[in-house]
T-cell receptor
């Protein structure tokens, strides 16, 4: 699976848009970009995923560059409850292997 | 909204004892997973399960671990003889279908403390 690179930590002011970058320069054509987050020690929470088109749901937007080598997760109006570790994951199902591999993620601090 | 449910939320056990961690996946989901997270470390894949058999397991999932779907709703992880290093959060996850275009949903975890 392609490796992802994320900043270790980021700060964002409450009410502002939080833009979390992710590099996945070795991504291949059948690999999806997923974002999960983990609030404190809770279970990972699915946020959004995409292949090559930009995606938006009620939680966030995912912007994938045209060459697919990087992406940005956007939380449009961050709240204190968005403080969490955010994981960018590339995922491919090959043979019987479709597990999600978590890295270290980005620790996002929302500042009041 | 459907969710993955795990019980108990916290389990304390003595070293060498057997523990069973329980999970109720989302009802129409067919693929199930166990992950663990040692305090301060990454979330690690343990095992995936489909159609009553293991699809894949990691090197962590050795002979002391086993999984079972004893009925139509529960999915369990058994640790046969617990060690101190098994202390961790254990997360169950499920997905509706297999493949990279389907999200997996995680439970809130069971904190296992081995003393």
């Amino acid at each position: 699976d392609a490796k992802t690179t994320q900043p270790t930590s980021m700060d964002c002011a409450e009410g502002r848009a939080a833009n979390l970058p992710c590099n996945h320069s070795t991504i291949s054509g059948n690999e999806y970009v997923y974002w999960y987050r983990q609030i404190h020690s809770q279970g990972p929470q699915y946020i959004i995923h995409g292949l090559k088109n930009n995606e938006t749901n009620e939680m966030a937007s995912l912007i994938i560059t045209e060459d697919r080598k990087s992406s940005t997760l956007i939380l449009p109006h961050a709240t204190l409850r968005d403080t969490a570790v955010y994981y960018c994951i590339v995922r491919v199902a090959k043979n019987r292997d479709d597990k999600i591999i978590f890295g270290k993620g980005t620790r996002l601090h929302i500042l009041p | 909204e459907p969710e993955v449910t795990q019980t108990p939320s916290h389990q304390v056990t003595q070293m060498g004892q057997e523990v069973i961690l329980r999970c109720v996946p989302i009802s129409n989901h067919l693929y199930f997973y166990w992950y663990r997270q040692i305090l301060g470390q990454k979330v690690e894949f343990l095992v995936s399960f489909y159609n009553n058999e293991i699809s894949e397991k990691s090197e962590i999932f050795d002979d002391q671990f086993s999984v079972e779907r004893p009925d139509g709703s529960n999915f369990t992880l058994k640790i046969r003889s617990t060690k101190l290093e098994d202390s961790a959060m254990y997360f169950c996850a499920s997905s509706e279908i297999r493949g990279p275009n389907t999200e997996a949903f995680f439970g809130q975890g069971t904190r296992l403390t081995v003393v």
